[in-house]
């Protein structure tokens, strides 16, 4: 169906700043449906949370935590999203994963997947 494929994530010292770029490839259609493109991010001992999520018409919502640091974009013509992190705090640390909803029919049925991950780690 799609694949994702994640990059940008690395080791940041607090205050600056990096971007997470997921890329969506694969069924050409399934590209074509996609409804919702965003980033979880998960630490051990926690429950993944939300981090910003973007839909095909460009709403967005964030995190209490990121808003004002934190900016999702979306590049249809690419199938891809960006997170731009500015301001990065120790609390940031995580894995941060990518995901993709795709529509299935015109009823509204979807099918979702995630990529694979990557590490964002801040720290002095």
């Known amino acids: 169906q799609v694949q994702l494929v994640e990059s940008g994530g690395g080791l940041v010292q607090p205050g600056g700043s990096l971007r997470l770029l997921c890329a969506a490839s694969?069924?050409?259609?399934?590209?074509?449906?996609?409804?919702?493109m965003g980033w979880y991010r998960q630490v051990p001992g926690k429950q993944r949370e939300m981090v910003a999520h973007i839909r095909s018409g460009g709403s967005t919502n964030y995190a209490d935590s990121v808003k004002g640091r934190f900016i999702i974009s979306r590049h249809n013509a690419k199938g891809s999203v960006d997170l731009q992190m500015d301001s990065l705090k120790p609390e940031d640390t995580a894995v941060y994963y990518c995901?993709?909803?795709?529509?299935?029919?015109?009823?509204?049925?979807?099918?979702?997947?995630w990529g694979q991950g990557t590490q964002v780690t801040v720290s002095s």
């Open positions: 694969g069924n050409s259609n399934d590209i074509d449906s996609i409804n919702d």
């Open positions: 995901f993709v909803e795709v529509r299935l029919d015109s009823r509204g049925s979807t099918w979702s997947t």
